[in-house]
C-alpha cells in the first residue's frame, strides 16, 4: 500500500511540475476581416518594432497593447530579444503609434473596429469578435507559442 500511495504523490507532484502555468498565456488576435492566419515568431516581433507596416492585403497595421501588464511585456521583452530598459524605451519612442489601453475588453473592442489592428489578450479573454492568429503553426496553450 505504501508503494501505491508514494506512486500517486510522485505522479500527482509530476503533475503540477509539468502542467504550463495558464497566468500568462497569451493570444495575439487581429480584426475578423483579416485574413491572416499565420505569423512566424520573427515576423511578429518585426511587426511589433514597427518594421513591418502593412498586413498583405494592404492594410495598416495598428498595434494594441495594455498600458500595465506584466505577462505581456515579458512576453514581447522576450519576443524581441529587449532588456527591460530597452523595451520602456522602444514604447516611449513609439508611444504616438501604439494604442495603448487598459483591459482585454478594451483590446478587443480597438481589435473589432480597426480593421488593420493586431493586439495580445490572454487566452480567457479570446471570444468570436476577432481571429486568433497562429504563430510558428501554433495556438495558444500549445507549448512555443509565443515565448514565455
Same mark, same amino acid.
Given at each position: +500500500?505504501?508503494? &501505491? $500511495? !508514494?506512486?500517486?504523490?510522485? %505522479?500527482? =507532484?509530476?503533475?503540477?511540475? %509539468?502542467?504550463?502555468? =495558464? *497566468?500568462?498565456?497569451?493570444?495575439?488576435?487581429?480584426? @475578423?476581416?483579416?485574413?491572416?492566419?499565420?505569423?512566424s515568431s520573427a515576423? %511578429? #516581433? $518585426?511587426? &511589433? $518594432?514597427?518594421?513591418v507596416k502593412k498586413w498583405p492585403d494592404g492594410k495598416n497595421i495598428v498595434l494594441v497593447l495594455h498600458k500595465d501588464s506584466a505577462g505581456e511585456t515579458e512576453t514581447l521583452q522576450r519576443l524581441n530579444k +529587449?532588456?527591460? *530598459?530597452?523595451? @520602456? !524605451? =522602444? %514604447?516611449?519612442? $513609439?508611444?504616438?503609434?501604439?494604442?495603448?489601453?487598459?483591459?482585454? #475588453?478594451?483590446v478587443l473592442k480597438a481589435v473589432q473596429s480597426e480593421p488593420g489592428a493586431v493586439g495580445l489578450i490572454e487566452v480567457h479573454s479570446i471570444d468570436n469578435s476577432i481571429n486568433?492568429?497562429?504563430?510558428?503553426?501554433?495556438?495558444? +496553450?500549445? =507549448?512555443g507559442y509565443l515565448p514565455h
Open positions: +500500500m505504501s508503494k &501505491i $500511495r !508514494s506512486a500517486i504523490y510522485v %505522479l500527482a =507532484f509530476l503533475s503540477a511540475c %509539468l502542467t504550463p502555468c =495558464f *497566468a500568462h498565456h497569451t493570444a495575439v488576435v487581429v480584426n @475578423k476581416d483579416n485574413t491572416v492566419e499565420n505569423v515576423h %511578429l #516581433a $518585426r511587426i &511589433i $518594432r514597427g518594421e +529587449m532588456s527591460a *530598459a530597452e523595451w @520602456k !524605451s =522602444f %514604447l516611449t519612442a $513609439r508611444k504616438d503609434s501604439i494604442v495603448f489601453v487598459d483591459t482585454d #475588453a478594451d486568433v492568429v497562429h504563430v510558428d503553426g501554433k495556438l495558444p +496553450m500549445e =507549448f
